[in-house]
């Protein structure tokens, strides 16, 4: 009788796939513990010491993906007033490298139930779908040193998005929600496509201030002209 073939490089990498595959399972995904905090009936509201002690085993990247959301879908106003200061704070920690925490005044800041799960309703679908395209890969990227200019990008994006500026703060929150999910996931081509989306962001912003200025200088003068 012939000896059992031993396995090859191939088998080799399906198992470690099923491996992989059955460490993702056990792991709740992020979309799963948002929903579920969406669809909690017990909760009147949600507030921000709440999201972080739920989420306190995601880190910071999730906490700054979660504030940095609602800037980029369509939402009441003042949602971005409730989530722009704790954006700042997880940032620098994030540049830093310090332990999520916030102030008592941003911290027990809150959102009506209802409302948030609003907004993981209209999230959901596009995060269980970055999910599945996230894997780990372009390591230097991810590591700890690239987390201290991260985090440093992100605050000046989130310094950005926190300004008056008619829709100014759609692609700096976009870049950060793109930023946030590559550190998650260990995913160092989603931080790199998320830090040139925030570099041209940046960009495009600081064009508009530049009209935004030159125009009502113009009003201005021609005001007491």
């Known amino acids: 009788?012939?000896?059992?073939?031993?396995?090859?490089?191939?088998?080799?990498?399906?198992?470690?796939?099923?491996?992989?595959?059955?460490?993702?399972?056990g792991r709740r995904r992020l979309s799963e513990i948002l929903a579920e905090i969406g669809h909690d009936a017990a909760r009147d509201d949600v507030s921000v010491n709440d999201l972080i002690r739920i989420l306190k085993g995601r880190g910071r990247a999730a906490l700054i993906l979660l504030f940095a959301v609602p800037n980029v879908l369509p939402m009441p106003p003042g949602?971005?007033?409730?989530?722009?200061?704790?954006?700042?704070?997880?940032?620098?920690?994030?540049?830093?490298?310090?332990?999520?925490?916030?102030?008592?005044?941003i911290g027990e800041r809150s959102v009506p139930r209802e409302r948030f799960g609003q907004m993981v309703e209209r999230l959901g679908p596009w995060l269980a779908r970055a999910e599945r395209l996230l894997r780990p890969r372009w390591s230097p990227l991810v590591g700890h040193p690239a987390e201290h200019i991260l985090g440093a990008l992100c605050l000046v994006l989130a310094a950005v998005l926190t300004l008056p500026i008619p829709f100014g703060n759609i692609l700096p929150a976009l870049a950060i929600c793109v930023i946030a999910l590559g550190i998650l996931e260990?995913?160092?081509?989603?931080?790199?496509?998320?830090?040139?989306?925030?570099?041209?962001?940046?960009?495009?912003?600081?064009?508009?201030?530049?009209?935004l200025v030159k125009s009502a200088l113009y009003l201005l003068v021609n005001a007491f002209a």
């Open 1 to 25: 009788m012939d000896p059992d073939p031993s396995p090859g490089p191939e088998g080799a990498t399906n198992e470690d796939d099923q491996q992989n595959s059955t460490a993702r399972k």
């Open 186 to 211: 260990r995913d160092g081509l989603w931080i790199a496509l998320g830090t040139l989306l925030g570099l041209a962001s940046l960009l495009i912003v600081a064009g508009v201030v530049y009209a």
């Open 79 to 105: 949602t971005s007033g409730v989530l722009g200061l704790p954006l700042l704070y997880l940032s620098l920690q994030m540049m830093l490298d310090r332990t999520p925490w916030l102030p008592r005044f």
